[in-house]
């Protein structure tokens, strides 16, 4: 076994609900602890699964995946040649740390952010340095900039961030971009970006043309509601793309997915709704913490990270009453999926109760 293996802290799956609510005794769990859709799926998308031609089951799937490669290149307004899918966004941050990192590298990152930077870096024997958001828990760019070593090979931008939400402009990760060696790459998660209220101004989409050493990941999993599929990509420059492809596994992505994946991406409209739905949620969770004085981020998500003084405590009791927030980020805070409005109206109430609470 690789050394760096042997001492793994493995990411933490969610639980299954089912076992949940049996284990709480409750009829109905709602995960609010690992931004998925709240409003499931486009019901185009179910048509295109169940339309989907069973006797392909023994044939290994499109390896290209031509169909989805064009309309995503159509659509995000780059080659198709660009494009490489993977199992989740997450196989692309496997994928990357194998290509780039060999022991000993460094892989820089602001925190707190997403763990499976962490993860991958260490499995390749790689050291991370995390340079601390600032006040506002926006990121340090000086302090990265400062932390650039022959060392680093890796330099991970998770915007929107997760878990604290707040986004960071293009033209100052532009200016951080050029203060960035070419053997450096810069590895752009836009995880969450369609749920930023100026996602087109946002994107870095159009760097890794210009910058070879960048790259921008998507995923299907958040704001088009496709978690369960496993369907994320990577935008690499035209001269990078055939390394990646080469990297790749030639049939990560099922057939059932990318009709799932292509069918999503003709759906605008239920991703649009979605988007509109969170910002007009997001705007009432900021009016509800503002007025209550509790600290949180400025969120560009489909969550809020806030403060809380018994943050812990607050986490067990909603999840009494069937609502799970995630913990465990920064001492002190918690990180909370935006719901519908439904369940952000019952959760606040019971926010509200707990501080009226006088027993606690
Ligand atoms: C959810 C998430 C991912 C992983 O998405 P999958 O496509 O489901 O693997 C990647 N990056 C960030 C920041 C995420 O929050």
Redesign the pocket.
């Known amino acids: 076994m690789k050394a760096s293996v042997r001492n793994l802290t493995p990411y933490v799956p969610e639980q299954p609900l089912a076992d949940l609510q049996a284990e709480l005794g409750l009829k109905r769990v709602v995960r609010l602890s690992a ?1 998925e859709n709240p409003y499931g799926t486009s019901p185009a998308v179910e048509r295109a699964v169940k339309s989907w031609d069973f006797t392909n089951s023994n044939r290994y799937p499109d390896a290209d995946a031509r169909a989805l490669r064009t309309a995503v290149a159509a659509q995000i307004g780059v080659a198709p040649a660009q494009l490489v899918f993977s199992v ?4 692309m ?1 496997v994928m990357l740390s194998r290509t780039f990192l060999a022991p000993g590298d460094r892989v820089l990152v602001s925190g707190p952010t ?1 763990s ?1 930077y962490g993860l991958h870096a260490q499995i390749e024997g790689a050291q991370l340095v995390t340079v601390p958001t600032l006040a506002d828990d926006h990121v340090d760019f000086a302090g990265m900039a400062a932390a650039l070593t022959p060392q680093v090979k890796l330099v991970w931008l ?1 915007n929107p961030n ?1 878990p604290t939400g707040t986004s960071e402009s293009l033209a100052d990760i532009t200016a951080f971009i050029q203060q960035v060696p070419a053997e450096t790459m810069v590895l752009i ?1 836009e ?2 970006i369609d749920f930023a209220p100026n996602a087109a101004a946002l994107t870095a989409m159009q760097l890794p043309a210009k910058y070879p050493n960048v790259v921008v990941m998507r ?4 704001a088009y509601g496709l ?1 369960n599929f ?3 990509y990577g935008v690499f420059a035209p001269e990078l793309a055939p390394t990646m492809q080469a990297v790749r596994l030639p049939y990560n992505v099922n057939s059932l997915t990318q009709v799932a994946a292509l069918a999503a991406i003709k759906d605008q409209d239920f991703v649009q709704k979605t988007v509109a739905q969170n910002a007009s949620e997001r705007a009432r969770w900021e009016a509800y913490f503002t007025a209550r004085h509790w600290q949180f981020d400025q969120s560009a998500a489909n969550f809020i990270f806030f403060a809380h003084p018994r943050a812990v405590a607050l986490a067990a009791m909603l999840k009494q009453n069937g609502y799970l927030v995630r913990t465990g980020l920064r001492p002190g805070w918690l990180r909370l999926t935006i719901g519908t409005a439904a369940d952000n109206a019952r959760l606040r109430e019971l926010m509200t109760e707990e501080c009226e609470d006088p027993a606690v």
Do not use: Q
């Open positions: 931004n989740g966004l997450d196989e941050i997403f499976e998770c997760n998660d995880a969450y995923t299907f999993s958040k978690a496993r369907i994320g």
